[in-house]
């Protein structure tokens, strides 16, 4: 079972760039969302979806767009990439039953 | 607004023996969920345990308990029996009964000595 894929594990942008983090699931969770893990704020919520068609902000969603037109994928776009937007980005899943989130493995994004 | 604090940025515990990892939470829902996770050096974010706010008991899983105290609005994680396969960080997290997002601490990084 792949569970949560997340693509690619690291990227390196140039600042004003665009970019698409991807996330597909295959357990057919309802929710999903995506964090931004950066040292000493721990894992900061940008956006997330109780189900297709339907997408939320969350604390910091600014420079992110997000679209959920399947259950299965939640990509994250940056429109203009900036170097305050280096950081590892998680994308995570869960459902109504499961008592925790499954974590993708993670991109590492870099910006400069 | 929801909130959860960890205080202690960094713990440092003996092999063997037992370590407790301070978590504080502010809701004002009735019904809401707490977590743990572990993020060792590799990066992966890995569940240990939840407590659901209607439990009754303490949570339990394996060598992992958390300590649920609702009136002082506390889940402390402790480990038993530390090995050094424990060093990682930790993260407290809430789950919102409605929404169902979760927020996280700022997590504590968990050394452990041989």
């Known amino acids: 079972n792949a569970g949560v894929t997340q693509t690619p594990k690291f990227q390196v942008l140039k600042t004003g760039q665009s970019m698409t983090l991807q996330c597909a699931q295959d357990?057919?969770?309802?929710?999903m969302s995506w964090y931004r893990q950066d040292p000493g704020m721990g894992l900061r919520l940008i956006h997330y979806?109780?189900?297709?068609?339907?997408?939320d902000q969350g604390e910091v969603p600014n420079g992110y767009n997000v679209s959920r037109s399947t259950t299965e994928d939640f990509p994250l776009r940056l429109l203009s990439a900036a170097p305050s937007q280096t950081s590892v980005y998680f994308c995570?899943?869960?459902?109504?039953?499961?008592?925790?989130?499954?974590f993708g493995s993670g991109t590492r994004l870099t910006v400069v | 607004a929801q909130k959860i604090t960890q205080t202690q940025p960094g713990m440092f515990v003996q092999e063997k023996e037992a370590v407790t990892l301070d978590c504080t939470y502010d809701t004002s829902d009735p019904s809401y969920g707490l977590f743990w996770y572990k993020q060792p050096s590799s990066g992966e974010m890995i569940f240990l345990i939840y407590?659901?706010?209607?439990?009754?008991q303490n949570a339990t899983e394996g060598r992992y308990s958390l300590n649920f105290q609702k009136a002082r609005k506390s889940a402390n994680l402790v480990i038993s029996a530390s090995q050094l396969g424990d060093s990682a960080m930790y993260f407290c997290?809430?789950?919102?009964?409605?929404?169902?997002?979760?927020?996280f601490g700022t997590g504590t990084r968990l050394k452990v000595l041989a």
């Open positions: 357990m057919n969770h309802e929710y």
């Open positions: 995570a899943t869960s459902n109504r039953a499961s008592h925790g989130y499954t």
């Open positions: 997290a809430m789950r919102d009964s409605g929404t169902y997002k979760y927020i």
């Open positions: 979806s109780v189900g297709a068609g339907i997408t």
């Open positions: 407590q659901g706010s209607y439990d009754q």
